[in-house]
């Protein structure tokens, strides 16, 4: 069993800044990449940013030069959210790709989603 947990969502105020977290636990063997994805009601989830295990990134264009996701070992992840605008209004998802200790197939775990709601 792999979890994946969230936190670090918020109101905020737009121009502000937001730091979310994640940490995966369980019978995790192997994380090849943990994401930050969005989604608002009506549109289907989108990434945000995603950090592989060896430390390559990738970002949604609108996102970049606001939002850093870094990583702390192998199953923690943050995603820095600066200058923070109210169309990045969404629940946040915490994803990882991971195999595990009884299954060497690539399976993605989510988490439950934090709600980020930038707003004056």
């Known amino acids: 069993q792999v979890q994946v947990v969230e936190s670090g969502g918020g109101l905020v105020q737009p121009g502000g800044s937001l730091r979310l977290s994640c940490a995966a636990s369980?019978?995790?063997?192997?994380?090849?990449?943990m994401g930050w994805y969005r989604q608002v009601p009506s549109k289907t989830r989108e990434l945000v940013a995603v950090i592989s295990s060896g430390g390559g990134t990738n970002y949604k264009d609108s996102v970049k030069g606001r939002f850093t996701i870094s990583k702390d070992g192998a199953k923690t992840v943050y995603l820095q959210m600066n200058s923070l605008k109210p169309e990045d209004t969404a629940v946040y998802y915490c994803?990882?790709?991971?195999?595990?200790?009884?299954?060497?197939?690539?399976?993605?775990?989510w988490g439950q989603g934090t709600q980020v709601t930038v707003s004056s």
């Open positions: 994803r990882a790709e991971a195999t595990t200790t009884s299954d060497t197939m690539l399976n993605i775990y």
């Open positions: 369980g019978t995790i063997f192997k994380i090849y990449t």
